[in-house]
């Protein structure tokens, strides 16, 4: 019911003692089940696979003659672990694990609760894989004068970057970026006023 109070004509000092209802049922606390994990997911075929495997109690299932990536280097971005008690953040750190590794397009994990036993969550992990390699290029054009020398000078720049993803077969990724430029005066065009070269390659080994 509503509280209804009225200090129109005196000030008055209240305490009030707010009490629980005495049917209130405790939250119920759940324990992780069976975990099935899809690499190779595509949503258009559903959860199929050709090959499954199961390591520390998570089964790994995948299209195709062998796993793209290893389930072991997969598994240490998983914090939901079996027969343990589940906790959202154990769920939320296990989306930000396995979407840092930068090879899945698509990350999804559905908890569904046991037929047979209703403190029991079971999980579904599809992961759709992301393009194994991208490729970018691109090309600078610009020109300027200095007006007090009379000069003008146009320049060239060329660049590539090149993502290879899971090289190793434990989700490594390659990234290589390439530059090279070059500037040239309008009234010499034979000899160049500079010349710029840059390469830089780096390996993520997913540790």
Not at 66 to 91: A, G, S
């Amino acid at each position: 019911a509503p509280l209804i109070v009225d200090t129109t004509d005196e000030r008055n000092f209240v305490t009030i003692e707010l009490l629980p209802p005495s049917d209130t049922l405790a939250h119920t606390k759940y324990f992780i089940g069976d975990t099935y994990l899809y690499l190779e997911y595509d949503p258009s075929l559903g959860p199929v696979y050709d090959i499954e495997k199961k390591y520390q109690g998570i089964t790994y299932r995948t299209r195709g003659e062998k796993f793209r990536i290893r389930p072991e280097m997969i598994h240490r971005r998983i914090f939901i672990e079996q027969n343990k008690f589940y906790r959202k953040r154990d769920l939320e750190a296990s989306y930000d694990g396995l979407r840092a590794m930068n090879n899945f397009k698509f990350v999804s994990i559905f908890p569904r609760i046991d037929s047979l036993r209703d403190t029991i969550l079971n999980h579904n992990i599809y992961l759709t894989p992301s393009s194994r390699f991208v490729n970018d290029y691109g090309i600078d054009v610009n020109y300027a004068t200095i007006d007090n020398q009379a000069i003008q000078l146009i320049g060239l720049a060329v660049s590539a970057k090149i993502l290879s993803r899971n090289v190793f077969g434990g989700g490594e990724n390659l990234d290589l970026n390439l530059e090279g430029g070059i500037e040239l005066n309008l009234s010499n065009l034979q000899d160049p006023t500079s010349l710029r070269f840059r390469g830089q390659t780096g390996l993520d080994l997913q540790r």
